[in-house]
């Protein structure tokens, strides 16, 4: 499993090519404390042969002075490296250590467990390719479990390893893994988490870290150093959207300018078109440079040199594009924040931006809401405090370029400096949709043009007025002899709503009653065609079905909503639009498993393939209701037997009032 090979006793610089070849991954262990993060690290280079015997030497006899594991060899320390770690027993700054084996290099970052370092584990989370998440078999799902999952999902890692640790202390049982699966899985369900593997594993013993483990004879899948050295990460790259931030421009005479930087995402070939952001100049791609020579061509994450065919202004902090394939610009943006610093982040307060190679000053205008990890609920908030996670609204001097952090970290993301002290504060995932109102358009950059079409706008929404009907929802009820009601069927993508909610409509129209189904397709094929499908862009497809519905209602109408609406706070604005008294919320229970034998369209199939993005389900969160006023089980029923169901339950809400 070692790197070492036959070519470096006949061919070193055979050898040294092979090596270079090989690609990178970059992962980290996180979880809660004493989950058994760095002794899992020390077991992984332990066993696959990967410590010097010097270095060796001394992690036995820090062992008898430190370990905590009554072991001639405490694989923690390997990692421990700071004195307080190892008199501790815990890890409190990011440890990194670098390997290699046949297949593949390594960086990993062991982060600390305790909440009061949540700042560090996000500092090593945020250049990751694959996060372990350890948990201690015998404690099962803990808070620092839910936090550093978020947090990982939050950072965009797109391959997840949960290690269940210490299966040894509960005598390998299957039944606690599979217990322990399960919490984690539904919690997991909530989060923007793609490929999730679970594996259980004895750090300490060595079991099916780097061998299989002969104690869970149970467990057919693979072993930790396999998975790592397997996980398929080359299409996590965005090689489309070309971006490279300028970092340097290189002018050692009167006769060459180049433009230096890491190319942060897409291709570049000599010929192609580029645009300067933020001033719109054109030009061409003369020759891409590196140490190695002239390329034909360059890709992401390479750092390169670009001249280009024309003389134009160019400096540090400008992003070079293609034409065709620009990213958002504007001087306002929302963004969620992961707050580092002792003294709270309060609205109004300036501070540094740096955003990829620009840095200008700004301000958080605005905190929208903190996250409660534990709930994942939104609440209000004047502050964020040390370790707090929140959206704001960024308000800066320069106009910038970016993309939203899930399409590309190196545009999306950025730090907040203090202006006085230099320090880092926190760190920020811009959204991929941005703040109407002060922010407005992001062809629209001038800032006092906004605030002028802001008072115009003011003056136009001050001046309307809701007008009432000359004729009431009751009596519109009564002529047509019922009683109105919004059905709203939610659930996973094929799990059979949109099926119940048209054979359902079609019995109560037999029947004499005035309904009608507002499919979620056929929304999103008119109405709400505008919209992507971003946690934003679903929250406002949810409003106005919601805001449909209601006039629908008003006009004495049965409506039916199969959406998958998988928020709950989206549904609960919409019924609150719609009115408690009309709203009938059923949800149509299904497993996922089953939904995917379902899948004609093959959407899920494309989804884990990473073909779509913000899948729910797969690598967006669904959020089942907590008491729906029919919850609908639909294994094995057929369709009429779910409607017959929705109609049986709703009958006496929509008969005629008397």
Known sequence: MSHQSDLIATDIEAYLAQHERKDLLRFLTCGSVDDGKSTLIGRLLYDSKLIYEDQLDAIKKDSQRYGTTDSEFDPALLTDGLKAEREQGITIDVAYRYFSTARRKFIIADTPGHEQYTRNMATGASTCDLAIIL?????GVLTQTRRHSFIAALLGIKHIIVAVNKMDLVGYSQEVFDAIVADYAAFAARLELGDIRFLPLSALRGDNVVTKSEAMPWYQGATLMYLLEHVHIA???NLIDFRLPVQYVNRPDANF???????????VRPGDEVM????????????????????????SPLAVTLTLEDEIDISRGDLLVHPNNRPLEAHSFEAMVVWMAEEPLRPGKHYLIKHATLQTPGMIREIRYRMDINTLHREAAEQLGLNEIGRCVFELEKRVAFDPYRKNRATGAFIIIDRLTNNTVGAGMIIDRLQTGLSGSPEKGDRDNKR????????????????????SSAERETALAQTALTVWLTGLSGSGK????HAL????????????????????????SDLGFSADDR???IRRIGEVAGLFNRAGLIVLVPVISPFRDDRRRAQETIGPERFFEVYVDTPIEVCEQRDVKGLYRKARAGEIGEFTGISSPYEPPDKPALHMRTVDRSVEECADEVFAAIADRIRPRH
């Open 276 to 299: 300067v952001l933020p001033s719109h100049q054109t030009s061409r791609v003369k020759s891409i440079l590196t140490f190695d020579g002239e390329l034909d061509e360059a890709s």
């Open 235 to 237: 299409s996590d790259l």
């Open 135 to 139: 948990i201690d078999a015998r404690h």
């Open 452 to 471: 002028e079409q802001k008072g115009h706008h003011d003056h136009l929404l001050s001046a309307i007025r809701p007008e009432t009907s000359l004729i």
């Open 539 to 541: 929250t406002e497809n």
């Open 257 to 267: 300018r180049g433009y230096c930087g890491t190319i942060a995402a897409g291709i």
């Open 505 to 528: 409509e079609k019995r109560l129209h037999e029947v004499g009653f005035h309904v009608f189904c507002l499919d979620g397709d056929t929304l999103r094929s008119g109405l709400n």
């Open 498 to 501: 949109s099926s119940i909610a």
